[in-house]
């Protein structure tokens, strides 16, 4: 099994984002220097990890059947972002944009590849995540080729996020390209541990 490690980044800072005063900060990770959550097997799963995030909110990162999911904060691997992935092989990549509002991350945003063709060409997604206390969820969706898609995922985070209802809410998207192959459902309708 091809196991999924995203490049390691140096974590970038501080930045400041727009007049609302809400900024973004950056953080890398390694799966191999993240901690185990649980060990992959030798067929299809790779395993669960735990990565130091922003302001010490977790990332939980999992892998099987070649596919990635993402969760933030504590006991990610309940939250709905966690049951959340796209369709077709995917991987999702560092480093992690944290949306924060006086210091702290209400959104974080990451940079997914997702295999497009039989021929194993790829095209990337931003997703935008919701932080809760108790969840995660995706909240957004903007394709990678979108015009400015690191600022419209900004404004998405900025404008979406903290009014999210992850329960009921069914995430939306800018695309030029279609949809993203994901399903666009509620966190009430998902299967959740």
Not at 13 to 39: H, M, Q, W
Not at 148 to 164: S, V, W
């Amino acid at each position: 099994m091809r196991r999924t490690l995203a490049p390691l980044f140096l974590a970038l800072g501080t930045l400041a984002a727009n007049a609302e005063g809400n900024t973004s900060a950056y953080t890398a990770f390694d799966l191999e220097k993240c901690r185990v959550i649980e060990p992959g097997d030798e067929y299809v799963y790779a395993g669960t990890w735990a990565c130091d995030g922003y302001g010490g909110v977790d990332v939980i990162q999992s892998s099987a059947d070649d596919r990635s999911f993402a969760a933030f904060g504590k006991d990610g691997a309940k939250h709905c972002s966690f049951a959340k992935t796209f369709s077709p092989f995917n991987t999702s990549l560092s480093p992690i944009e944290w949306r924060l509002k006086n210091g702290q991350p209400f959104a974080a945003i990451e940079r997914w590849s997702v295999v497009s063709d039989e021929n194993g060409n790829s095209v990337t997604w931003l997703v935008v995540n919701a932080l809760l206390e108790r969840d995660s969820c995706h909240v957004h969706y903007v394709s990678g080729s979108y015009p400015n898609a690191n600022e419209q995922a900004r404004r998405a985070a900025d404008d979406l996020a903290e009014g999210f209802d992850c329960e009921n809410d069914v995430p939306t998207v800018d695309s030029k390209v279609g949809a993203p192959p994901i399903e666009f459902t509620a966190c009430r309708e998902l299967p959740r541990e």
